[in-house]
T-cell receptor, first 111, second 112 residues
Framework: TQLLEQSPQFLSIQEGENLTVYCNSSSVFSSLQWYRQEPGEGPVLLVTVVTGGEVKKLKRLTFQFGDARKDSSLHITAAQPGDTGLYLC???????????FGKGTSLLVTP | EAQVTQNPRYLITVTGKKLTVTCSQNMNHEYMSWYRQDPGLGLRQIYY???????DKGDVPEGYKVSRKEKRNFPLILESPSPNQTSLYFCASRQDRVTEAFFGQGTRLTVV
């Protein structure tokens, strides 16, 4: 199984602060996805990164795929309470069909 | 509306009593998967299916069975549930290897 390590595991910040969440692996992935999960709900896709070095922006969220396609980061600018949730990175498993997830980063943004 | 539907949302059962969690998607997706989510362990894949009648084990398949007789349905079967299968279960589907995975709303299972 291709492992995805996320850090930090927990993050508690105040509204307006910036933060970065990391997703690392020793394996090369053809693509990586970032999902956000709210309590009691299933994960919802935020972005898919495909090309090494790629940067994608989604409003205040910036996603980057490492040049070697082994790691990715999610940066949130001026975090808001609505950003609170569990952020998960995911990549294809060894078979190419299965989608493996990191353990997630639980983010709490307080007013 | 494109969706993945799981039933039931909540289930409390006793050890050894067979149960089935249903999953249905209306997007004509090829791939479907089952995951369990546990505190500190994240989302772990139980089984996945690449197409009708084609299934394969994920990382934690012990104690579970699946079937894919129709493209839209992918039920998860626990023949003899045990307390260590108490968990939050998610079904997901996606069209191909790089597209978005759509998740159901989850089934919270408690085995006593």
């Amino acid at each position: 199984t291709q492992l995805l390590e996320q850090s930090p595991q927990f993050l508690s910040i105040q509204e307006g602060e910036n933060l970065t969440v990391y997703c690392n692996s020793s394996s090369v992935f053809s693509s990586l996805q970032w999902y956000r999960q709210e309590p009691g709900e299933g994960p919802v896709l935020l972005v898919t990164v495909v090309t090494g070095g790629e940067v994608k922006k989604l409003k205040r969220l910036t996603f980057q795929f490492g040049d070697a396609r082994k790691d990715s980061s999610l940066h949130i600018t001026a975090a808001q309470p609505g950003d609170t949730g569990l952020y998960l990175c995911a990549g294809e498993g060894d078979s190419g069909y299965a989608l493996n997830f990191g353990k997630g980063t639980s983010l709490l943004v307080t007013p | 509306e494109a969706q993945v539907t799981q039933n039931p949302r909540y289930l409390i059962t006793v050890t050894g009593k067979k149960l089935t969690v249903t999953c249905s998607q209306n997007m004509n997706h090829e791939y479907m998967s089952w995951y369990r989510q546990d505190p500190g362990l994240g989302l772990r894949q139980i089984y996945y299916s690449m197409n009708v009648e084609v299934t394969d084990k994920g990382d934690v398949p012990e104690g579970y069975k699946v079937s894919r007789k129709e493209k839209r349905n992918f039920p998860l079967i626990l023949e003899s549930p045990s307390p260590n299968q108490t968990s939050l279960y998610f079904c997901a589907s996606r069209q191909d290897r790089v597209t978005e995975a759509f998740f159901g709303q989850g089934t919270r299972l408690t085995v006593v």
